[in-house]
């Protein structure tokens, strides 16, 4: 990464790798190291890279980092920003180095990745329940003293399994939990106060077991009506906070702080505005959000959740979309359509497929801005199918680039092993990697 | 692989390379070699593996590559199954070593992939366009003089970049072109047969380009209505035979045969019935189908197409899905409710979710297999919210495996790096690698 700090050993071994012909997006003709391509000279406007091919907007991401910074800082929260939006481990430095607290995760493989990486605290928001994801997770403790990880946990059942494995591997410290609250008809959590009061006592009283805090995840509750959304994410949210105090005068916590943690990408301000209230606990509650699509942002579904929560902080400039995907336009078999060389396989389509941006052809002066008469209607695996305004239809030829912005950048990060970082005038400086 | 055959230096690379913690569905504590997974002695039922976990069913492979020979001698069609659908050399080598004519793929990156792990004849059903993917593709040509070649046009400007570009780089034999003839409303391809045979006329008269044959992808014809279907497969598939016809005609073929190919997923048997009566040419006519989802099949989509394709050639045992994903119970929230470990990152969501087939508590005899009643009503990146029968709620824990079948294969295989082989008892054989 040419402007993004980057640290660690693996990290460098990942610039030394030899990256193969055939990679995604590169055009490789023989192999080259991945430090190399910052070298190449390649501008995706001239065609220099493979298509389709995925970019990340430098200047974008610094944005993004600095406003979360600055979030976090006036809202007294920190950030375990969600790392399996990306996967990747530049990124995941990039957002520690920027001052995150620790990154979130969701599966004990990812854990395992952000670990090989150099990531030292993460927030594992998920319940953990395999004994074979239990053991490897139990090994990087033990194998790791300076590694720290909190997981969660919403169900006696689920803390019996943790309590015996963490005392039949003869962990020296404890495992700090939190308690999963949840929500009626969503996903994982406690339903009830009683339910995860419950569940808390049982960790607090397990042996190698710590009640940490109390998680949550008001992300799920997006529906067409926002005012009340909100009203049902600040209830949940209250309710997080009344479960932190019952704890805390029950004195089940345990550890120097009280973790207290929600936040998906769309209502992250709500969380932080409530959790900066909780004071007078019997030691100091830590406010982590995990949003994880705010680094990227996108051209759809974030953007636009985004866009209303700056809109409720008074305005400014807030995140902005940091991730494309460039295609060919492979075919013209019809006045107002063209076949593009980007699919299912390269872009998300689960929140909204992607949206034209812009079309370039090489050698012209620049890329040309379209507006929302272009629109991908429809794609396959490897195709998506761009339909033209009526009166454009001569403007677009077989050869010529298409620039895409995306809606959900979890599902379009999955689609690449490698992802080019590029300046505002589309010149390849370095690149990323995942690890899915 | 253990049962299905392997060979070339590349693919043993694979099977020596040192596979790291973190790999999703391993759960590795140390690195591990990567043909030491078959005599871990892991069992899925026993939880030795990591969950979720992507698993192929190795005698369900072996009757699909079995099924898929007998019917090609049958109709006299040659198999060029698309590799766009695994990308992964072990099964790619399989399918040749099963008889396959070629591989089939879909861009300039997927070829060099299979160039990679020693493929030798690939059908690029694409058009080729942009400069750097020509490039590469030409690179191929040149280094290996034993690899063959054959890419799809369906435009004049596409005919003339091509023939630039090999001219350009001094290509000493001609690249073999199909033209593409596509459907209204579609795909890529000429609309008309007019277009198409001017794109022929075209490619024949080009320094450097010489006409293959004719293609067409009769795949994208499935509405609710299958009767109206097969009427116009059947129509589109004539057309591209009197292409063929005027071609030939005009004296515009070049080279030693004729390739026919069309044949997704769905029609292979119209398609094999149909080119089987091309007679009379200047020269033999190959008819190749391209399937690419006939291999593991699904508990799905495909399932249903084939099972229809297995009645209209008169019953008899088909294809059999030979792909499922494991996962863990997380959490039981509600009663009817089950949060399993297995979300839109592991299992394909866009042609219908995931079928639930069988739930196993680790330790008991076998798994227990599961009506309609249980079944996968959303996902989320990393989790699936599975509904239980209300007869039935006792019968499900937290920590309990759910296997589940899947919908596209093509949109599961891409999202994972490393699927293990199994036995019918789930066994862990092997394993196989994937290149997106």
Same mark, same amino acid.
């Given at each position: 990464?040419?402007?993004?700090?980057?640290?660690?050993?693996?990290?460098?071994?990942?610039?030394?790798?030899?990256?193969?012909?055939?990679?995604?997006?590169?055009?490789?003709?023989?192999?080259?190291?991945?430090?190399?391509?910052?070298?190449?000279?390649?501008?995706?406007?001239?065609?220099?890279?493979?298509?389709?091919?995925?970019?990340?907007?430098?200047?974008?991401?610094?944005?993004?980092?600095?406003?979360?910074?600055?979030?976090?800082?006036?809202?007294?929260?920190?950030?375990?920003?969600?790392?399996?939006?990306?996967?990747?481990?530049?990124?995941? $430095?990039?957002?520690?180095?920027?001052?995150?607290?620790?990154?979130?995760?969701?599966?004990?493989?990812?854990?395992?990745?952000?670990?090989?990486?150099?990531?030292?605290?993460?927030?594992?928001?998920?319940?953990?329940?395999?004994?074979?994801?239990?053991?490897?997770?139990?090994?990087?403790?033990?194998?790791?003293?300076?590694?720290?990880?909190?997981?969660?946990?919403?169900?006696?059942?689920?803390?019996?399994?943790?309590?015996?494995?963490?005392?039949?591997?003869?962990?020296?410290?404890?495992?700090?939990?939190?308690?999963?609250?949840?929500?009626?008809?969503?996903?994982?959590?406690?339903?009830?106060?009683?339910?995860? /009061? @419950?569940?808390?006592?049982?960790? @607090?009283?397990?042996?190698?077991?710590?009640?940490?805090?109390?998680?949550?995840?008001?992300?799920?509750?997006?529906?067409?009506?926002?005012?009340?959304?909100?009203?049902?994410?600040?209830?949940?949210?209250?309710?997080?906070?009344?479960?932190?105090?019952?704890?805390?005068?029950?004195?089940?916590?345990?550890?120097?702080?009280?973790?207290?943690?929600?936040?998906?990408?769309?209502?992250? $301000?709500?969380?932080?505005?409530?959790? @900066?209230?909780?004071?007078?606990?019997?030691?100091?509650?830590?406010?982590?959000?995990?949003?994880?699509?705010?680094?990227?942002?996108?051209?759809?579904?974030?953007?636009?959740?985004?866009?209303?929560?700056?809109?409720?902080?008074?305005?400014?400039?807030?995140?902005?979309?940091?991730?494309?995907?460039?295609?060919?336009?492979?075919?013209?078999?019809?006045?107002?359509?063209?076949?593009?060389? /980007?699919?299912?396989?390269?872009?998300?389509?689960?929140?909204?497929?992607?949206?034209?941006?812009?079309?370039?052809?090489?050698?012209?002066?620049?890329?040309?801005?379209?507006?929302?008469?272009?629109?991908?209607?429809?794609?396959?695996?490897?195709?998506?199918?761009?339909?033209?305004?009526?009166?454009?239809?001569?403007?677009?030829?077989?050869? $010529?680039?298409?620039?895409?912005?995306?809606?959900?950048?979890?599902?379009?990060?999955?689609?690449?092993?490698?992802?080019?970082?590029?300046?505002?005038?589309?010149?390849?400086?370095? @690149?990323?990697?995942?690890?899915?």
């Amino acid at each position: 990464m040419t402007t993004l700090p980057t640290g660690g050993l693996a990290l460098s071994q990942l610039d030394e790798q030899l990256l193969q012909p055939g990679v995604k997006g590169l055009a490789l003709t023989a192999p080259l190291r991945q430090h190399m391509i910052g070298v190449q000279r390649w501008n995706v406007l001239a065609g220099d890279t493979g298509f389709p091919v995925a970019l990340l907007k430098t200047s974008s991401l610094r944005h993004n980092l600095d406003w979360m910074r600055a979030f976090c800082a006036r809202h007294g929260a920190l950030l375990a920003p969600h790392g399996k939006t990306t996967m990747s481990p530049q990124l995941f $430095d990039a957002q520690l180095a920027n001052g995150a607290w620790g990154i979130t995760l969701a599966t004990a493989s990812q854990v395992q990745v952000a670990a090989r990486f150099g990531v030292r605290r993460v927030l594992l928001a998920n319940e953990v329940v395999a004994a074979s994801d239990i053991r490897v997770l139990l090994q990087l403790l033990r194998d790791n003293p300076a590694f720290e990880l909190f997981a969660l946990a919403d169900s006696l059942d689920g803390v019996q399994r943790l309590a015996d494995a963490v005392t039949a591997a003869g962990l020296r410290r404890p495992l700090p939990l939190l308690v999963e609250l949840g929500i009626a008809g969503k996903r994982a959590g406690c339903r009830t106060s009683d339910e995860a /009061m @419950a569940v808390a006592r049982a960790i @607090a009283a397990a042996p190698g077991l710590q009640l940490a805090g109390i998680e949550g995840y008001e992300g799920l509750l997006v529906t067409t009506d926002r005012a009340a959304d909100l009203e049902r994410v600040d209830a949940f949210l209250q309710a997080m906070v009344d479960l932190v105090r019952q704890c805390d005068a029950e004195g089940l916590f345990a550890g120097p702080q009280i973790l207290l943690s929600a936040g998906g990408s769309s209502y992250f $301000d709500r969380v932080a505005q409530c959790f @900066a209230g909780v004071t007078g606990t019997s030691r100091p509650v830590l406010s982590i959000v995990r949003s994880g699509c705010y680094l990227t942002n996108d051209h759809g579904h974030y953007f636009e959740l985004t866009r209303e929560l700056d809109e409720r902080a008074g305005g400014g400039v807030g995140l902005v979309p940091a991730l494309e995907v460039w295609s060919t336009v492979l075919s013209r078999p019809e006045p107002t359509l063209a076949i593009l060389g /980007m699919g299912k396989r390269d872009a998300s389509h689960d929140l909204g497929l992607p949206r034209a941006l812009l079309r370039h052809r090489i050698g012209a002066a620049g890329p040309v801005a379209l507006d929302d008469g272009w629109h991908i209607e429809k794609m396959n695996d490897q195709h998506a199918y761009l339909r033209l305004p009526e009166n454009e239809v001569d403007e677009l030829r077989v050869g $010529d680039l298409v620039g895409c912005g995306i809606s959900h950048p979890c599902t379009t990060f999955d689609k690449w092993s490698v992802l080019l970082l590029v300046e505002d005038d589309y010149r390849v400086t370095g @690149a990323v990697n995942t690890f899915f």
